[in-house]
């Protein structure tokens, strides 16, 4: 009998706790918090910045590894509007991704032309696509498509054009003074040929820029990047069509600081969002 009226009491009680806390909850507004990942738009921009060349599928049970027996022929271009393209040692094919919290990537079905090739390995490409969970980038700068459950990954190097080649994270970068780099190229987009635009390092960190205007200032040098705000003509040219667009990028990047690699004959000034403005030298000390 006694312990049928403690647990009639303790019924009671939480009767009144769950009424309280009702009463409040309705008193109240409800708020919704966003959660924000900043990891999804670096990954859209890692993403977006190159054409990327299939390296490999490695499982992690050590079952199977494939390597692609025609060197760049497996090819995977994202773009920022969620569109996905590219081509195998057969076809080609497009579709859609998407990329979420914390780097997880999903592929939409993939549209293909219709060819048939003797020993093409689309198959297993393709499969292995469709079974992409998230990303991941190396230090040098690699693109790596894990696999569901953790079976494996697919592994992609950066796509090097003749106009436009891959300065890789990993080279040291070296200084700067008394040089002059011609932009070859940003983003994907090559510049146009028979129009130099110039880019030149002087003593004392003076940098200057001649693109449609002359720009002009000092750069600083800290923790691995360069910083300057320049100051410029105010000239506009119609032509090239978008060259007004890349001069304004390339002195908003400048004023927030810009990653500098040196690699060979070529200098890659890399922006905040992954956006990589790429230069020939044109003169040396």
Known sequence: MKNKNI???????????????????????????????????TAVAKLTAATWVWTGTFMND????????????????????????????????????????????????????????????????VG??????????????????????????????????????VVRSSDEPVGFANLSYRLIGYKNMSMPTGNDYILTFSGSNGISAKFCNSMSGTYSESKGKITANLISTLMFCGEPDGLMDVEAAFATALSEGVTPIIQGNYLALTDKDWNRFTFELVRKR
């Open 128 to 165: 292995a696509i469709a079974q992409a969970s998230s990303t991941n980038f190396t230090d040098a700068g690699d693109l790596v498509l894990n696999l569901a459950m953790d079976s494996g990954n697919m592994t992609f190097r950066q796509k090097a054009s003749p106009s436009i080649p």
């Open 62 to 125: 050590g079952s199977s590894s494939i390597t692609p027996r025609q060197a760049n022929a497996f090819t995977v271009t994202f773009t920022e509007d969620g569109s996905v393209s590219g081509t195998t040692d057969c076809n080609s094919f497009m579709g859609a991704y998407s990329v979420n919290v914390g780097g997880a990537i999903s592929f939409g079905p993939l549209g293909m032309t219709k060819m048939f090739c003797q020993g093409s390995q689309e198959s297993a490409f």
């Open 7 to 41: 647990l009639t009491a303790v019924a009671v009680i939480l009767v009144i706790l769950i009424g309280i806390v009702i009463w409040r909850s309705s008193d109240k507004e409800a708020t919704l918090v966003p959660v924000v990942d900043m990891s999804t738009s």
